[in-house]
């Protein structure tokens, strides 16, 4: 062959595996970005589902905060908590915060860099938005904004850097983020529950007192919003289209029936409970959706949604408000299905293997008490800088729709203290 053939040929195959990398560059970048507008839409399934559970006095300072979330979290995850994930060191930050001024260094690769940020904006924005269903009615606005500003940008990246995500140092399996993001967001309110205290009249003589929700059909539909995005949540954390996984897509749909018909057996048929119990079921199959077989994502879903109205009567006789029902439904259920991974995920029980029990099992714990713990903290230290954590006696009587944005939700109706 001659020279010049050889040389041809040469450049040929090379100009096809670019073209092929290309291709598969932009594929991912497809990818990540369907994948995470899916999981963005969770914020539309969170706002309806908070909204449908608060009284209607409320319902606009919910979507507030569920639209903040998103807002604030673009924000401190292009500047910080996107870098924090990976890295400490900070040369990493000081070399982010060069190329984010300038489009010239996102033009190769057809920006993937970015659609990853994206795909990883769309998770922290969710662990903060889980928070706002467990203090809502009674929070400061301007408080929550910087409770979610400090989620968004320290404490939810650097929990991502210490596990499985980032440097390992904790280590776990943790597909889709059972305890990364919905377990963290679950105990996160927790310790912002505990701190702010409940709603006026929500006990009486230590016994706790209904406060109902005001659009129950609402709620369910954000439940049914949230599955929907959830198969982004879960398939789309393959995070590359080559990687993609019929099983997860199959475990994800199995764990939210199981999570709805164990809420529905456990409530004895309460619509609310069996709705949060789909949400659960979800929850608790994250972690281990890759490497269960779909037996064992049904039995993950079972168990998480059986668990949710036994736990919030817990929360409850504890003497906490947990207003959304967010501790048993990502709380607890993040435990519950890190802690399954590592059992059903056994080789012998139907499962990929490779998954240690006890290793789900630290993390569980330390998972519950860095949530826990910093979730108290930073919503007494938002108190302290917002001048209260929490509004006045009088705007949580006449509701923050009127006491923080001058606006009712439903102006046709007379206004009401109810």
Known sequence: MATADLFQNVTDINSIVQALTAMANASD?????????????????????????VRKKNVNNVMMKNMVDWFIGCVSWLFIGGVLCASINPA??????????????????????????????????????IVSGGVAERIKFSAYVLISLIITALVYPFFVYLGPWGAG???????????IVHGLGGFLALGAIA????????????????????????????ALALAIGWYGFNVGSSLALGDISGLVCATTTLAMAGGGIGALIASKK?????????????????????????????????????????????????????????????????????????ILGMKALGGAGEVSLIDQ?????????????????????AGVICGGLRVSEEDEFIGLDLAEHKMPAYPEEETSVA
């Open 29 to 53: 970048v497809y990818f990540l970005v369907v994948m995470g507008v899916l999981v963005f839409m969770m914020q539309w399934g969170f706002a309806m589902l908070e909204g449908g559970q």
């Open 195 to 222: 701190a702010i205290g409940p709603r006026i009249g929500r006990f009486k003589d230590g016994k706790p007192v209904p406060i109902l929700g005001h659009n129950i059909p609402m709620a369910v539909f954000g």
């Open 361 to 381: 099992i630290i993390a569980s714990v330390f998972c519950i008490v860095y949530g826990t713990a910093l979730g108290y903290i930073i919503a007494k230290i």
């Open 92 to 129: 990493d930050f000081i070399s982010w915060w060069g190329k984010i001024f300038s489009a010239a260094p996102f033009l190769v690769d057809n920006g993937i860099e970015l659609a990853s940020w994206f795909f990883g904006l769309v998770f922290a924005a969710t662990a903060a938005t």
């Open 270 to 342: 309460d619509v609310l409970f069996t709705a949060n119990g789909i949400v659960a079921g979800l929850v608790a199959i994250c972690s281990g959706t890759d490497v269960v077989s779909p037996v064992g994502g049904l039995i993950i879903g079972l168990i998480a949604g059986l668990q949710v109205p036994i736990v919030y009567k817990l929360i409850e006789n504890a003497g906490l408000d947990d207003v959304c029902g967010v501790v048993p439904v990502h709380g607890t259920a993040g435990v519950v299905g890190a802690i399954l991974a590592g």
């Open 169 to 179: 140092i904790i280590n776990w399996h943790d597909y889709a983020g059972s305890l």
